[in-house]
């Protein structure tokens, strides 16, 4: 809800600071005291359009600062979290900037944003109900997902777009075929030349690497021959070192046991060298013999490996990847051989995936009609005490062209009214028109409470040119829709007033020769004397406070 509102140098406001608590909050003053300005000033708080005129005269910039503590799971902390800001536990502060020449700057918890991210997140906080700037439910695409949610319809609408998912990804996957397949048709003798190529050249995973390890040794093979051949002369001179060490060995093994254990160490070594010098020997020898002098081999290696990077080139990967290309060309030829089965197997899948995406989003639709005759007979309920019994509500959902289906199904839904009898249904927020349509949104939102996602409503004008009973029912109204969820309202009216759980005073006051409006929140007897002059006008009497009282109750 919103907890507070601070507004500085806005219009006639020079600094204001206010606190609101949950519940239904009123708002009453002189006509002209300045609470078009108090809706200006949050509104511009919510991301609505900025006009240099809002900034009071003489003031560099306006600023308003809203401090709002919605619940851990509102979908205002999950827009925040989204776009990578820190939104998940304490107060969300939006605060807008304007200065003189009308340029603005948007916060929220005192980061810089734009003021669309700005709009967004007071649009999922405040829904403002009016002459003004209208949020929410006025906006049609907001309907469907609204009598979902009257419908409990969550569990239906998740399947449904898990449906659509899998209908979707099918669709791409016979449609890539099928572009590959078409592909493959234009160009299937080039296709076929580049396979045939390919299976003469059969290449081996691999196979690069081996070759290039072979050419570079078959190229410094002579200089590897002559440093092998080196390595053994000098391990062969003057007789081989591991005869040698082998005589050193059993010399010393004669007189070890006199040594009194001095020379097993020595013996031991003499012993791994002797072994070490054999197998280096050995393993010099081998080497030795698989060094490949012959040019014709280096010749046909060489050959090779050009060859398998000429192709590689060719056609734009790394050898390595030749396998794989080769395999896939197969396939794509084997498929026009084979007429295309592959794809039919896909549009098989695919046709299966749409009757299933249809089933479901059917299934839907029916239950949206029900949700919808549902919400219309509970709104029709409400209509008549606030003076619309004359008007009808009724929501309509409107199959669509395949081209208009969707994850959300194969409806679209509109909320219409008609206000007067024998006319013809319209959009909600172009048939109704001031105080009309404040009492329509009115009735639709104590029918929705249960479900509003919205924590903060704001209505202004709710009680244009009504009075009385009707005044009293619209005062009814606010009063268990603000049960749920917090409720502002600009009035005129008494009755209405009289409803709320808090009240705050509207007024002009001059100061210093200039003229500045204030907000003041009235306590029980300051209520019922703001009350009492809504009643009486100008001159309050007794008679006019005995009956705010009884209004007040």
Not at 417 to 429: E, F, K, R
Request: aromatic share 4%; hydrophobic share 45%; charged share 25%.
């Amino acid at each position: 809800m919103l907890v507070s509102l601070s507004i500085r140098d806005v219009v006639l406001i020079e600094r204001l600071d206010l606190s609101f608590d949950g519940g239904l909050s009123v708002f009453t003053g002189e006509t002209g005291a300045g609470k078009s300005i108090l809706l200006d000033s949050l509104g511009l708080a919510l991301g609505a359009r900025a006009e240099s005129g809002l900034v009071r005269r003489g003031a560099a910039q306006a600023s308003v600062s809203a401090e709002f503590d919605p619940a851990a799971d509102h979908p205002a902390r999950t827009l925040l979290t989204e776009q990578d800001m820190d939104a998940q536990g304490g107060p969300i502060v939006l605060r807008r900037v304007l200065t003189a020449d009308g340029r603005s700057r948007a916060y929220v918890n005192d980061q810089p944003v734009s003021v669309g991210l700005l709009r967004k997140v007071g649009d999922e906080l405040v829904e403002i109900h009016g002459q003004f700037e209208s949020h929410g439910l006025l906006d049609a695409a907001t309907h469907l997902g609204v009598l979902d949610d009257f419908g409990g319809l969550s569990a239906r609408r998740a399947a449904t777009a898990e449906a659509w998912t899998g209908w979707r990804a099918a669709r791409t996957a016979r449609e890539t075929a099928e572009a590959d397949l078409a592909r493959a048709k234009a160009e299937e003798d080039s296709l076929r030349q580049i396979f045939d190529d390919l299976c003469q050249l059969d290449p081996k995973p691999g196979e690069e690497e081996a070759l290039a390890q072979s050419r570079a040794v078959m190229m410094h093979g002579e200089k590897l021959l002559e440093a092998m051949n080196a390595a053994q002369t000098a391990l062969t001179h003057k007789g081989e070192v591991e005869a040698s060490l082998r005589s050193a060995q059993r010399a010393l093994e004669r007189v070890a046991e006199r040594a009194e254990g001095k020379l097993d160490g020595v013996i031991a070594a003499l012993d791994r060298a002797a072994f070490e010098a054999a197998e280096a020997t050995g393993l010099l020898e081998r080497a030795s013999s698989e060094i490949d002098l012959d040019p014709r081999h280096l010749e046909k290696v060489e050959e090779r490996l050009f060859a398998l990077r000429s192709s590689a080139r060719k056609h734009g990967m790394a050898v390595d990847d030749l396998v794989g290309f080769k395999d896939k060309l197969g396939r794509q030829l084997a498929e026009l051989e084979g007429g295309g089965g592959d794809l039919a197997r896909l549009a098989r899948a695919e046709q299966a995936a749409r009757a299933a995406y249809v089933e479901q989003a059917r299934a839907l639709s029916k239950s949206r009609c029900d949700a919808a005759a549902a919400l219309d007979a509970a709104v029709a309920v409400e209509l008549p005490p606030l003076k619309l019994e004359k008007a009808r509500f009724q929501t309509r959902v409107t199959p669509q062209e395949e081209t208009g289906w969707g994850a959300s199904g194969l409806d679209a839904v509109g909320f219409e009214v008609a206000t007067n009898p024998g006319a013809a249904p319209g959009p909600l927020g172009k048939i109704a028109s001031g105080g009309e349509l404040s009492r329509f949104m009115l009735a639709l939102k104590v029918v929705l409470a249960r479900v509003s996602r919205t924590p903060t409503i704001v209505f202004d004008e709710v009680d244009s040119g009504i009075g009385g009973a009707v005044a009293a029912a619209v005062g009814d109204r606010l009063g268990r829709l603000a049960q749920g969820l917090q409720v502002l309202v600009v009035t005129h009216s008494p009755q209405v007033a009289a409803a709320g759980g808090h009240h705050y005073r509207v007024a002009k006051a001059e100061r210093d020769g200039a003229v500045f409006t204030g907000v003041d929140p009235l306590s029980p007897d300051q209520r019922r004397e703001e009350i009492a002059r809504m009643l009486a006008g100008e001159t309050v009497t007794d008679h006019a406070r005995a009956a705010a009282a009884a209004l007040m109750g």
